[in-house]
């Protein structure tokens, strides 16, 4: 792919921008890239939402043009950001284990993930207090904002699923290295491959399924691709950086703009939540039965070993952290972000599983705490 097309696209984007500000002379949109397609909830309404409710936070003075896939995907989006093609981007720490390590320590835990309100609000509340972690963030020239989680991962996959024997020698897509983990003591062959090439790989019989949300056969169209769906329930994928900001465009912003980014990405990050782990359920439930694809309980023997497998490897997940990337107290830092699990389970249910009122929860107990004149730089 030629440069060309790229620098044609954005000029016409910046051209829109241009008519735009026209109107609204004190607004600054900024080029944001979710990286998946638009029927992902990540991109609605992660994004398109976040348009929205940053014009609203900062009172009209900010905005957004969104991008698509094929200028910043989410395997390039640290690129993106560094190089400033892309100021906001949806970053996934997980796919940078060796430049992120402290983030991806509690990121890994995949297996802790009961609710996906509090496990994006119980890592956006680890995240903005731990030093460590900023600094990590800031040798990338990234500002973390919000993050937010998928709900329960299943298994989905080309042939029946329903006991350890019939993992047994399946290869599976997985989206992070405790999933890998779980494949292989399930004796199953993990392979990392990017989510969007999912469809594919399944179609052209590279893997035999994939670890996700049943909600994929809606943002990636594997109505066509699988057979079946175990509902394992396997955790959550909680990796994420809603709306990462480059440090460039953060130094530029006053301390008012800072907080109107994060207010707004942690309202975001909640409505996708919503409509992730909520509303998508459902209607992949109904297309998988229009299609035929079966849906499968797993047996007694397949949901022990996976609990024993969660089990046994929190201590390995710290010791792996300590040996070969030199994180510090690891099972310390893993202790402190269980029990902001548990807060906020507690916090959620409180709430109702409300997105609004999540959000004005993880507003109140996390960000009315930052000085926006310095958190970020």
């Known amino acids: ?19 735009a500000l026209a109107g609204h002379a004190q607004a600054r949109d900024l080029r944001m890239a979710p990286g998946v397609p638009p029927a992902h909830p990540a991109h609605t309404p992660l994004y398109t939402g976040f348009v929205e409710l940053l014009q609203a936070e900062s009172d009209g003075r900010l905005g957004g043009q969104i991008l698509g896939a094929e200028i910043a995907s989410i395997g390039n989006m640290r690129n993106a950001i560094r190089s400033g093609l892309v100021e906001t981007g949806l970053f996934l720490p997980a796919y940078f284990p060796a430049d992120l390590p402290e983030i991806n320590l509690v990121g890994d835990m995949a297996l802790l993930g009961t609710n996906p309100y509090a496990m994006g609000a119980a890592m956006t509340e680890y995240i903005a207090t731990c030093e460590a972690c900023q600094e ?5 020239g990234v500002v973390y904002t919000s993050s937010h989680s998928t709900d329960t991962y299943q298994i989905l996959t080309t042939r029946p699923v329903s006991s350890v024997e019939d993992l047994r020698g399946l290869r599976l897509r997985v989206g992070g290295p405790q999933y890998s983990r779980w494949a292989e003591a399930m004796s199953a062959t993990p392979a990392s491959i990017p989510v969007g090439d999912t469809f594919e790989s399944l179609s052209q019989g590279v893997i035999d399924g994939t670890v996700g949300s049943i909600a994929d056969i809606i943002s990636f169209r594997l109505e066509d691709a699988i057979d079946h769906v175990t509902m394992l329930d396997l955790g959550t994928f909680h990796s994420t950086i809603s709306h990462a900001v480059g440090q460039p465009v953060w130094q530029s912003l006053s301390p008012e703009d800072r907080e109107a980014v994060v207010r707004a990405s942690t309202r975001a990050s909640a409505r996708a939540i919503q409509r992730w782990g909520y509303e998508m359920i459902d209607e992949a439930h109904e297309l998988a ?16 070993a996976s609990r024993a497998f969660g089990e046994q490897d929190l201590a390995y997940a710290a010791e792996q952290a300590e040996t070969r990337y030199g994180v510090s107290d690891a099972r310390a830092k893993l202790d402190r972000f269980v029990a902001l699990v548990d807060k906020w389970n507690a916090i959620v249910e409180e709430a109702g599983e409300d997105p609004e009122r999540v959000a004005d929860a993880v507003n109140r107990e996390v960000w009315d705490g930052v000085d926006f004149s310095t958190y970020g730089t």
């Open 1 to 19: 792919m030629t440069t060309r097309p790229l620098f044609k696209t954005l000029a016409i984007a910046a051209a829109v921008g241009s008519l």
């Open 136 to 140: 990590e963030l800031k040798q990338l």
């Open 289 to 304: 039965g229009e299609h035929g694809i079966e849906i499968l309980e797993p047996s007694d023997d397949l949901i022990e």
